[in-house]
């Protein structure tokens, strides 16, 4: 399984996280230059392996910025709003069907993005969820019934056809 696409899709599912994606593809689409955009608010996520040594097959790490504009009076709580939605989407239930999301860090202070505006970031370490351990899938298995009393009477059972 690829965390990306899973991520992708809970990012998508979340309308405000989806609303702040598209605000990113808009600016992208637009160039730079285009400093008067009707919504300055937006993330930009971003991915890289995880090369941690516990790191377990297929993990990555996401790091989103989110950005919104110098001239907010409350750029501080709309940044730690929107990564603390983030981190919601990513550890709900929903999520850990398929994937463990584990916060890494979020940068204290405001970063200074592109003239307009400033940033925190926030970094995941995610993983998919592990299938079922084999000791587990063994104890799901329902026992045979004892059948050594009907194969020493050499009984049939009702309905049980014989091939000469």
Same mark, same amino acid.
């Given at each position: 399984?690829?965390?990306?696409?899973?991520? !992708?899709?809970?990012?998508?599912?979340?309308?405000?996280?989806?609303?702040?994606?598209?605000?990113?593809?808009?600016?992208?689409?637009? !160039?730079? !230059?285009?400093?008067?955009?009707?919504?300055?608010?937006?993330?930009?996520?971003?991915?890289?392996?995880?090369?941690?040594?516990?790191?377990?097959?297929?993990?990555?790490?996401?790091?989103?910025?989110?950005? &919104?504009?110098?001239?907010?009076?409350?750029?501080?709580?709309?940044?730690?709003?929107?990564?603390?939605?983030?981190?919601?989407?990513?550890?709900?239930?929903?999520?850990?069907?398929?994937?463990?999301?584990?916060?890494?860090? &979020?940068?204290?202070?405001?970063?200074? !993005?592109?003239?307009?505006?400033?940033?925190?970031?926030?970094?995941?370490?995610?993983?998919?969820?592990?299938?079922?351990?084999?000791?587990?899938?063994?104890?799901?298995?329902?026992?045979?019934?004892?059948?050594?009393?009907?194969?020493? &009477?050499?009984?049939?059972?009702?309905?049980?056809?014989?091939?000469?």
């Amino acid at each position: 399984m690829d965390v990306r696409l899973v991520v !992708g899709g809970l990012l998508a599912r979340n309308a405000v996280l989806s609303r702040l994606l598209l605000n990113y593809a808009d600016r992208l689409e637009r !160039g730079p !230059g285009h400093c008067a955009l009707p919504a300055p608010c937006f993330i930009v996520p971003d991915w890289s392996a995880d090369q941690a040594r516990s790191a377990s097959s297929g993990s990555r790490l996401l790091t989103v910025s989110a950005h &919104t504009s110098r001239t907010d009076p409350e750029r501080h709580h709309t940044l730690d709003a929107v990564l603390h939605l983030l981190h919601v989407v990513l550890t709900d239930d929903h999520a850990g069907s398929s994937i463990t999301a584990r916060r890494l860090h &979020t940068t204290a202070d405001l970063v200074a !993005g592109d003239p307009d505006t400033v940033s925190r970031s926030g970094c995941w370490a995610i993983a998919p969820v592990p299938s079922c351990s084999p000791g587990a899938a063994q104890r799901r298995l329902l026992p045979w019934p004892d059948c050594s009393a009907v194969l020493a &009477t050499g009984a049939r059972a009702a309905g049980a056809v014989t091939v000469n």
